[in-house]
């Protein structure tokens, strides 16, 4: 055979192989497909996957177990799941295909290798696997990164324990209260080191480097160390080997490239993010974001395209999403810290998620314990006296004349400007971000969940700072920028968090985020209320909030066919406030009684529509709470007033707008009965009923 002809016969053979392996591929029906899309904007519903809602330490089957603080998770090809629980339990947790729970790693707070229980955590967070099984740790409060075997062996991969900046040998290197962790697929990991605002790397051999961040929080894309991040809390790290980042203060994600290039796809204004704070990625691009204040957990689409998956509503919205992951299937877990719960995000119908947004409890339980403060005032002295001067769900405005502007979210002690404000309970901070606001009339902190707010946070009325928990940053020009309290900085009850600012209060919030309760329910040292709420007009409206007229024997007219706004002006009164303290009541409701003074049928008990057991975190609810005309005196009014609309319902969280329709009822002469009462149970008695007759 010649030369030639043997060529053209190798050409043909290999194009024959060609064809026939492309054939055999296109029609075997066993070749493996790729995974599918991910759809974008699909309707989500909130399905309960552990904790019962109840701060504490239970392992055993899902539904009754009890977490602190469950931060970081992390899912294995079987479905396993690990939850780094943080708080005062400390461990790595971990539930099992059956759905039971148990402890992998970790018991009491500390610092220390070994096997199981005999290992020591302070404040785990982030959590990531890699090939092999092993789990990665940030350990927040130990500034460090820890490796924790399939059988429970813990061992330090870097850092010394105590925090500082520095690369090099995983021994020596140092790291500033590590959050977010994550491993490529070449067993790289990579760390959110929120406090040194930077991201580094460790390697095969163990040894820290920098790959993007520079000496100072801020917000600037760039290369390596002339970039700039803020708070970083969690990252993912794609099949390319970018790494994700929630850069949680400068309200972004950000992308990082292997080297160390920055760039800043998602921000608050084009992509609707606020503190974005935990992060999940697809095989194809798409992310998931939750975020630390508001609740809510988005999908942005590759194109930067948001959609709220939770939280657009109360009935799903969460309280701290601290933790997202995907597990084999593509379906989106999430770690609820504030609410102490775990949940599955799952694709539904839109009809099905209408009906049921949630399978399973979503919050912190009723009976979740308030913190043990002893009775504890947040200022000196502790164990006496002090003026309450505003309560729960009362009305406040703004600065710009709008007296309607937000419901009040906690409790405000009065105290002197420059007084020390003093922690009630024992506690740790939580939060990434556990102060907000230097010098702003708002500027606060929490711990756990108690926020102190209208402070100097860590420093006294001259501003000095002399507490090194209280990290004050400082701008490029020298001057005062933010005060930092890392996660996992602990107080005890009585230690100073600051001074009053200018507001001359102490407002005290109390409960998670989304969810905060009355803290009279605290049981603060000489506090009594024995003054009954006094109700100073009750009055109808039409749908044009006209008043309803009245007849000359005084009773109010009532046409049939229109919804009837009932409105009721009415205060309270504590032990030893100065009488004009006007105080907001705790929970209004309507009956319908006969001329006789019966009740009407389905009006045996009243109609108890608002009650501000717990805040409504809708904006809106202040205005569905009250009526035109309410507000406090800064605003303009000569008194303080509280016009309830008391037949609109805000009540465990919820709100809806309503009205009391009458058309069932003959006409006649009746009587409308309030009921108002305030925290400790005492009800008005006088002024509570209106003359009607319907016509």
Known sequence: MSRKAWLWSVVVLIAVALAATFFFAAKNPDAP?????????????????????????????????????????????????????AGDNNRIRRIGSDGVVTTLAGFAEGFADGDGTAARFNTPSGLALDRAGNLY????????????????RVSTVAGTGLAGFRDGAGTQAQFNGPIGVAVDAHGDVYVADTYNDRIRRIDLQGRV????????????????????????????????????????????????????????????????????????????GLLYVGEMSSGRVIQLSRDGRPHVLTGATQAQRLSRPAGLVLDAKGTLLVADAGSRRLHRIAAVEAATAMATPTLGAVGPAPDDPLPATDGRWPLHPQDGWHEVVGTLGEVRGNYDNESRDHLHGGLDIRGDVGAQVL????????????????????????????????????????????????QLLRDEAGEPERMRVPRGTRFKAGEVLGTINRMAHVHLSVGANGFERNAVALGFSGYADHYSPRIESIELFDASE????????????????????????????????????????HALGYQVLRADGTPWPGYETPRMNIEFNRMPADPDAVKVAYAP???????????????????????????????????????????????????????????????????
């Open 137 to 152: 740790v940030a350990d927040t409060g130990n500034h460090a990164i820890r490796k924790v075997t399939p059988l429970g």
């Open 546 to 585: 006209r008043s309803l007229a009245k007849r000359a024997d005084g009773r109010v007219r009532v046409p049939r066919g229109m919804g009837v706004q009932i409105v009721v002006d009415a205060w309270d009164q504590v032990d030893r406030n100065l009488p004009r303290r006007r105080l907001g009541l």
């Open 209 to 284: 480097s920098t790959l993007a961040g520079g000496d100072r929080p801020g917000n600037l894309d760039g290369v390596g160390a002339a970039a700039r991040f803020d708070t970083p809390t969690a990252l993912a790290v794609d099949a390319q080997g970018i790494v994700w980042v929630a850069d949680t203060r400068n309200n972004a994600i950000r992308r990082v490239a292997p080297d160390g290039t920055v760039v800043t796809p998602y921000y608050a204004g084009r992509n609707a993010l606020y503190r974005p704070m935990s992060l999940a990625l697809t095989h194809d």
């Open 629 to 695: 005309g309410s507000g406090i005196t800064v605003h303009g009014s000569a008194a303080t007033h509280f016009k309830y609309v008391v037949s609109n319902i805000v009540r465990d969280g919820e709100l809806a707008a309503g009205a009391w329709w009458p058309d069932d009822l003959p006409a006649g002469d009746y009587t409308l009965r309030i009921t108002a009462v305030d925290y400790m149970g005492n009800a008005a008695s006088a002024g509570r009923d209106l003359n009607m007759v319907l016509e």
């Open 33 to 85: 497909a790729g995974p599918a899309p991910t759809p974008f904007g699909w309707t989500a519903q909130l399905r309960l996957v552990a904790g019962d809602g109840v701060r504490g330490m239970r392992n055993g089957p899902a539904a009754q177990v009890r977490f602190d603080d469950p931060y970081g998770v992390a899912v294995t090809e079987d479905g396993t799941l690990y939850v780094a629980d």
């Open 423 to 470: 922690a009630i309970a024992d506690g740790k901070v939580s939060s990434p971000s556990g102060a907000w606001g230097l010098e702003e009339l708002g500027e606060g902190m929490a711990i756990d969940g108690l926020s102190y707010i209208h402070m100097r946070v860590g420093r006294d009325a001259r501003g000095v700072v002399s507490d090194p928990r209280f």
